[in-house]
């Protein structure tokens, strides 16, 4: 079974085909909405969580997400250090999904941070969604009411488009130009292939 990630940008697109392979039958295993769950459910993490950051890291059992968020903002050790603690259970949790679908011919990872991390040594082949940077502001602004100066501050802290490109095995280009669900299935059918 051929493992597949699929990541971009912040507004980038990811979901959004994502969501046309789910279409298509391909087990996809969303890691950001996966880690969300993890945290509120899995009591070993939480107990990581608690050492780490106290008890207020939990109010009756579900995560204390803005208290977490107040401490790891401004404090870039904090953010490591919440992210190193997860992450494996990310990881392990990826393997489990990955075990329950061995019968298909691939399976998805949509991540936004993938390429950044050794995330990327868990995958087969690395998808790129890339879209315009004005395309990307618009499109997030629509949907989260941010400001533009926001948006290019969040954009500004990730990796650069330029190294994506070079590190990802495809790009699809989610834009005006070209057709995304003709990418989609172009891919879909070279995974089939593998
Ligand atoms: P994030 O990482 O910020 O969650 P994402 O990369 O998963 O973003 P999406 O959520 O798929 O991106 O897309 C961002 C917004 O742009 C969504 O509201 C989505 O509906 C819209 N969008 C994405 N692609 C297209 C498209 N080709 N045509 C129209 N709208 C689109």
């Not at 996809?28 to 107990?47: C, F, G, I, M, P």
């Not at 939990?58 to 968020?69: D, K, S, T, V």
């Not at 990826?94 to 399976?107: Q, R």
Request: glycine share 4%; proline share 2%.
């Amino acid at each position: 079974m051929l493992r597949v990630g699929i990541t971009g940008g912040i507004g980038s697109g990811k979901t959004t085909v994502c969501s046309i392979f789910e279409r298509l039958g391909v087990p996809v295993y969303y890691a950001d909405s996966r880690a969300k769950e993890l945290v509120n459910t899995n009591s070993e993490l939480q107990n990581k969580i608690t050492n780490a950051f106290g008890q207020n890291s939990f109010i009756e059992g579900a995560y204390n997400r803005a208290f977490i968020a107040s401490i790891v903002f401004s404090d870039k050790e904090k953010l490591e250090l919440l992210n190193s603690i997860i992450h494996p259970f990310v990881l392990n949790d990826w393997e489990v999904f990955c075990h329950e679908h061995a019968h298909c011919s691939y399976v998805i990872k949509e991540a936004a941070i993938m390429l950044e991390t050794d995330s990327k040594n868990s995958i087969d082949h690395i998808v790129l969604v890339h879209s315009p940077l004005e395309t990307r502001i618009q499109r997030i602004q629509k949907r989260d009411k941010v400001s533009e100066a926001e948006i290019k501050a969040r954009i500004e802290s990730q990796m650069s488009e330029d190294d994506k490109m070079k590190l990802a095995d495809s790009v699809i280009y989610n834009d005006q130009e070209h057709s995304l669900i003709e990418q989609v299935l172009a891919l879909h059918q070279k995974f089939n292939l593998l």
